[in-house]
């Protein structure tokens, strides 16, 4: 990011020459996917007679959308890296903001400063995503994470976005209320989940003997197939700190 206090490592050479970013419009293409899916199924979803339907059904509908709403977050964060479309930042950051106000009605602006401290320190104090030394536990970090998260001036925004969410499709569109929170709201919380899990826990949280490189951060162990679905390649974290040009769905080829 030009003038960000990330000093972003060129991704040129990685995998013998293979990976580039300035011609790739693959990523363009998964963000439109994604974001499109997401509509897709969030109006589909929103219709679904839940009394019709069997209980692995329902199971798979909101998994599905729980991933979908993940891959949303993802889009964002390889927006603040410029890797969506970093042949105009306009466009990139437009989709970076689209994305993340879909995900959870969140600020681009104030999560792409925290992103840039974030690679800047790496599970420091200085590291917004890292624990205060009191709260390293899995659930105690991650309830602190979205205290974090939740505490901005944006947070009025947030409510008031939700709420509109609510009442048009409740009272105007006569969408059944648990169909709201099974396929909206219960993906949200499950998509945090997964990506805390994957892309700050498991890679950030102090291993034995302490950390061993200068991102502070370990890989999975993951195929590339199990990887994209835990959480769309995140877990190849020391790839990403490494390599922050290159986007998501190209972290396997930078697995070292």
């Not at 293409?29 to 019709?52: D, H, K, N």
């Not at 370990?218 to 199990?226: G, V």
Request: aromatic fraction near 16%; include cysteine; hydrophobic fraction near 45%.
């Amino acid at each position: 990011m030009r003038g960000s206090a990330v000093k972003e490592r060129s991704s040129e050479g990685v995998a013998g020459g293979v990976i580039t970013h300035k011609s790739d419009s693959s990523s363009l293409w998964w963000a439109l996917v994604i974001i499109g899916l997401w509509i897709f199924s969030f109006a589909a979803a929103l219709r679904l007679p839940l009394g019709e339907l069997s209980l692995q059904a329902v199971i798979g509908v909101v998994v599905l959308r729980t991933f979908l709403h993940t891959g949303l977050f993802i889009t964002a964060h390889d927006a603040m890296h410029r890797t969506v479309f970093p042949s105009n930042y306009r466009i990139n950051d437009w989709l970076g903001t689209a994305a993340v106000g879909l995900y959870a009605f969140l600020p681009y602006r104030e999560l792409l400063i925290k992103h840039q401290l974030h690679h800047r320190f790496p599970a420091t104090g200085k590291d917004p995503d890292y624990h205060d030394g009191e709260h390293s536990g899995f659930f105690r970090w991650y309830l602190k994470f979205m205290k974090d998260y939740m505490e901005s001036r944006n947070t009025p925004f947030l409510i008031a976005g939700m709420a509109v969410v609510f009442v048009v499709c409740t009272w105007l569109m006569g969408v059944p209320l648990v169909n709201l929170a099974l396929f909206w709201l219960l993906p949200l919380v499950l998509s945090s989940l997964q990506l805390f899990y994957f892309g700050t826990y498991l890679p950030h949280r102090q291993p034995d003997g302490g950390y061993r490189n200068r991102h502070r951060a370990t890989s999975n162990r993951l195929s590339s197939f199990w990887s994209f679905v835990s959480c769309y390649h995140f877990g190849y974290h020391w790839e990403h700190h490494e390599y922050p040009l290159v986007p998501w769905h190209r972290l396997p080829e930078a697995r070292r």
